[in-house]
């Protein structure tokens, strides 16, 4: 029997996409708001004894997370078989440590409340910092898409001499998967970060690629201020016009604007933006489909 998909105030070109490639029917969701702002839901497709997913990007997790888990629940209610959920970009997972005394280490209580919601998780280059996999602190089925061969193609179909540079230490093992399939040389700096808003980085080493193209990757932006330190410092050694690329654009404040008016700034269509030209559809719809495999056999 056909999955059913939900789409949960998200993407629906990437929802249609996935229905397509899932081969799923679509789940009819009503939703509104009681005057009072509490959440109204009424799924109105039979999910009887069927394999339900939600997708529901949770970059902005707060003002969706109540109405995904009343979702959740209600579907698990009325009989689904089991509940999986699509989200590219899952939050609360910077906070893995305790770095002040009486600080909430958010990604575990969120992880919980996941868990305790959901049968199957499929998410985008989650951000495992102290964490060597999701199932360090999910307890349920998971597989994670990683964005590298889809930004190794950009690269390769869009730039001709690119120079990838990631931001700090953590990125290097995977911006160095990047330059491995895109056949690329990359450079790594290091950061060190004062505040939310101040970040410091060393001088690249770009002596012998001054004729390349920069192309700074990184998995998130927030502030930018990472990526706008280097490009001071590149354009201080009169590299060519810098190519940007992020799986998760977040972009708080004003740092699109910034980052746009001195790069070509691209992103995974992790995060919905203006800025996405990287589809992850195709990944994203494999790995669920080989989690609805693997609980069949």
């Known amino acids: ?55 529901c990007n949770l970059y902005r997790p707060d003002s969706k997370l109540v109405r ?49 919601a959901f049968d199957l998780l499929v998410t985008t280059d989650p951000h495992l ?12 089925k998971s597989r994670v898409v990683h964005a ?14 690119p120079l990838l540079i990631g931001p700090d230490s953590e990125s290097e093992q995977w911006v160095s998967e990047v330059a491995a399939l895109a056949g690329a040389p990359f450079q790594i700096l290091n950061k060190e970060r004062h505040g939310d808003y101040d970040v410091s980085v060393s001088l690249p080493d770009v002596e012998r690629w001054r004729t390349h193209t920069p192309v700074l990757v990184d998995d998130i932006i927030s502030s930018g201020r990472t990526m706008l330190e280097t490009l001071d410092h590149l354009a201080a050694l009169g590299m060519p016009r810098a190519t940007i690329i992020a799986v998760h654009g977040l972009f708080a404040g ?7 008016a001195r790069a070509d700034v691209v992103t995974c269509e992790a995060v919905p ?14 790995a669920m489909a080989e989690l609805l495999k693997s609980g069949d056999r």
């Not at 029917?25 to 708001?33: C, F, P, S, V, Y």
């Not at 910092?129 to 349920?140: A, K």
């Not at 004003?254 to 746009?260: I, T, V």
């Open 68 to 116: 995904l888990l009343f979702l959740a629940d209600t579907l698990r209610d009325l009989g689904a078989r089991r509940i999986g959920l699509i989200t590219p970009y899952l939050p609360y997972m910077r906070q893995d440590k305790r770095f002040q005394p009486g600080e909430c280490v958010s990604s575990r209580p969120f992880a919980r409340l996941i868990s305790s």
């Open 254 to 260: 004003d740092a699109w604007q910034r980052l746009q």
């Open 129 to 140: 910092h102290r964490y060597t996999s999701l199932d360090e602190i999910y307890r349920l």
């Open 1 to 55: 029997m056909k999955p059913v998909l939900f789409n949960l105030e998200s993407d629906p070109d990437l929802s249609s996409r996935l229905r397509t490639a899932l081969e799923a029917d679509a789940g009819e969701l009503e939703q509104r708001h009681f005057p009072d702002g509490e959440s109204y839901l009424r799924v109105h497709s039979d999910i009887r004894a069927r394999d339900c997913l939600v997708l």
């Open 148 to 161: 590298a061969p889809m930004i190794a193609r950009w690269i390769e179909h869009h730039i001709a001499r």
């Open 273 to 286: 933006h203006p800025s996405n030209g990287i589809s992850l559809s195709s990944a994203l719809a494999e």
